[in-house]
């Protein structure tokens, strides 16, 4: 414990400008997710699974991760999107299919080193065809564009730990007149995003909950035969 406590300070000091390699390493986040709306709310599990390999992305040189609900497809360990991890940011791309496709709309988690206080940074996302919405008004030409700030430092009452966690607070809030979301991150620099808030296009807040850090191992097809997903169905799967 002692331990690891000396190496958060050590990070801290450095003001969190080392490449922490968190997304960049194989590993699988486990994430409690939560969907509220106007009459209804809904939970279950979903899984951030890093690769640890690049994603074939040679513009942003990303490393390749999946997001998915279901265990048979973490299993096949086939990526689906990309994370930027450097020594100067940590930009993930959200969860975006199925009910998690409004995240599209919102700004995407991202950190900026050094994290000091009250630093400030802006971001533009064009979205293209696949993305259009008419729906919410939004084009396939547009470009959502995001203001981010860390905000304050935190203590956190994480899921997986008794022990609080001290977290940057970073927040992130649309400028566009389309749409008025935001992004609220609470982030450590060893476990990454402990908790991620998104206030979306459609009036939903979607809420992710880091419950675990898991080895790849856990997730082989063998030892995922006799295990039931506590996953919740709806149409939209």
Same mark, same amino acid.
């Given at each position: ?30 994430? $409690? ?9 809904? !939970?279950?599990?979903?899984?951030? *699974? ?5 994603? =074939?992305?040679?513009?942003? $040189? ?6 998915? !609900? ?8 086939? %990526? #689906? ?23 599209? /709309? ?7 080193? =050094?994290? #000091?206080?009250?630093? $400030? ?14 729906? %919410? ?10 203001? /981010? ?35 609220? *991150? ?5 476990? *990454? ?9 459609? #009036?939903?807040?979607? +809420? ?10 856990? %997730? !082989? ?8 997903? +506590?996953?919740?169905? #709806?149409?939209? %799967?």
């Amino acid at each position: 414990m002692k331990t690891k406590l000396v190496s958060v300070l050590v990070l801290v000091i450095l003001g969190l400008n080392a490449n922490c390699q968190i997304y960049s390493k194989a590993a699988v986040y486990v994430y $409690k997710y939560s969907i509220l709306s106007k009459n209804k709310s809904i !939970t279950g599990k979903l899984y951030l *699974g890093c690769l640890g390999k690049p994603w =074939p992305d040679k513009i942003h $040189k990303q490393m390749a991760i999946i997001w998915t !609900t279901e265990l048979k497809e973490l299993s096949q360990r086939i %990526y #689906n999107t990309g994370v930027i991890e450097t020594k100067e940011r940590i930009w993930m791309h959200p969860p975006r299919d199925g009910v998690f496709s409004v995240l599209e /709309y919102s700004p995407f988690p991202e950190i900026r080193f =050094p994290a #000091n206080l009250k630093k $400030k940074w802006s971001m533009s996302l064009a979205l293209g065809k696949y993305w259009e919405n008419k729906e %919410y008004g939004i084009a396939a030409d547009d470009t959502l564009r995001y203001t /981010y700030e860390v905000k304050d430092k935190k203590l956190v009452a994480p899921i997986f730990s008794s022990n609080k966690i001290e977290c940057f607070q970073i927040y992130a809030a649309s400028t566009n007149l389309k749409c008025t979301t935001s992004f609220t *991150g609470f982030f450590d620099p060893k476990f *990454g995003f402990i908790q991620m808030i998104f206030r979306n296009i459609d #009036n939903t807040i979607i +809420e992710l909950d880091l419950m675990s850090i898991d080895d790849w191992s856990q %997730y !082989t097809s063998g030892n995922l035969l006799f295990h039931i997903p +506590e996953i919740p169905k #709806n149409g939209t %799967y």
